[in-house]
């Protein structure tokens, strides 16, 4: 159980390092962090591969062993890509997400709000741009014709003008300054409005998404069943591993989702340390052929885990745990 109370205490940590200092973090040193794990998820599973071919070359399955990495795999996959099984652990976080009540009864969260805002504001701006034209197309035909009326009667109407002047002069200004005042009066900005945008979701919705969010992350996955299989079998590095990538992430999400995530702790010792409990129950009838077979399949996912991390190919390592299925079965059969 030390890889599944290693990875709760690095949730914690991260959770704490990122609900405090989280947003002094610039986001450039969060990425390389997780492009270094990456890196080293792919030199960790090249070690898993070396030391289980090694370990089962030893073992009466001899030069098999690479039959069973390669057997294990490709029937693995296509197994998996048959039953979509990456696809169906995406479908359950997607399920797991709606478990969010204040998200989604309890009004709009303010990012919904302005990207409501940004829809109206386009679909406003589209006809503001059909009238402006319409507007300035009649402004032009309109200027046109009033110049040829003022070119007319403009001799008269300005012998007219100095006539009045002396007597409209006091009275100008004020009506000018009242029109000016109603003007201005009636163009105030609608500040009810903007405050609508800025409106603030409530700390339980946030807790609540942080939370399943992470939950989602950390128990959602290859590396999640894998390891704490392997953790069960006597071998935790890769829930170390897994610990490790954990911590750094929760900084990540702490800092836009708050202490939520850290509670998520909760899920993980339910669902990693009941899996290890589980294979732990079970070690007593396995093999040294079979955790061979386990370390030379799963350091290969790992290799697969850590590509996907580093943003190099998405290669759904998900649909790739049937291959611990068929290496165990190899395994007993041969071993």
């Given amino acids: 159980m030390s890889g599944v109370l290693l990875n709760i ?3 914690a940590v991260g959770t704490i390092i990122g609900v405090v200092f989280g947003r002094l973090i610039p986001e450039r040193f969060r990425q390389i962090a997780f492009y270094a794990i990456g890196s080293c998820t792919i030199a960790f599973g090249v070690v898993m591969v070396v030391n289980g071919h090694g370990d089962l070359s030893e073992t ?8 069973v990495l390669v057997v294990s795999l490709i029937v693995g996959a296509l197994t998996g890509e048959l039953l979509r099984i990456d696809q169906r652990l995406e479908i359950l976080g997607f399920l797991m997400q709606k478990f969010l009540p204040a998200r989604k009864k309890h009004g709009a969260t303010a990012t919904s709000v302005a990207d409501e805002a940004i829809r109206t504001a386009a679909s406003d701006a589209g006809e503001a741009m059909k009238s402006a034209t319409s507007l300035a197309d009649g402004a032009i035909r309109t200027t046109a014709s009033v110049a040829d009326e003022a070119m007319k009667s403009a001799t008269p109407v300005a012998d007219e003008a100095m ?4 007597l409209s002069s006091s009275f100008g200004g004020t009506t000018l300054a009242s029109d000016t005042s109603e003007v201005d009066q009636g163009d105030a900005p609608d500040e009810a409005s903007n405050n609508e945008i800025s409106d603030k979701t409530s700390p339980g919705s946030t807790f609540a998404e942080g939370f399943m969010t992470a939950s989602v992350l950390f128990c959602v996955g290859a590396m999640t069943i894998m390891g704490s299989i392997q953790a ?8 170390y591993l897994k610990a490790t990538l954990d911590g750094v992430a929760a900084i990540a999400l702490s800092t836009a989702l708050g202490i939520g995530v850290g509670f998520s702790v909760v899920t993980i010792a339910a669902v990693q340390g009941g899996l290890v409990l589980a294979a732990g129950a079970l070690a007593g ?5 079979t955790m061979a077979s386990i370390e030379l399949v799963g350091g290969a996912m790992l290799i697969a885990l850590g590509i996907d991390i580093l ?3 998405k290669l759904k390592a998900g649909n790739m745990l049937p291959a611990l299925v068929y290496a165990i079965v190899l395994a007993a059969v041969f071993g």
């Fill in 163 to 166: 006539k009045s002047a002396a």
């Fill in 285 to 289: 009838y396995v093999s040294s052929a």
């Fill in 232 to 239: 069960g079998l006597g071998d935790p590095s890769t829930l």
């Fill in 9 to 11: 205490l690095t949730v």
């Fill in 60 to 67: 009466q399955m001899g030069s098999m062993a690479a039959v």
């Fill in 311 to 313: 943003g190099i190919k």
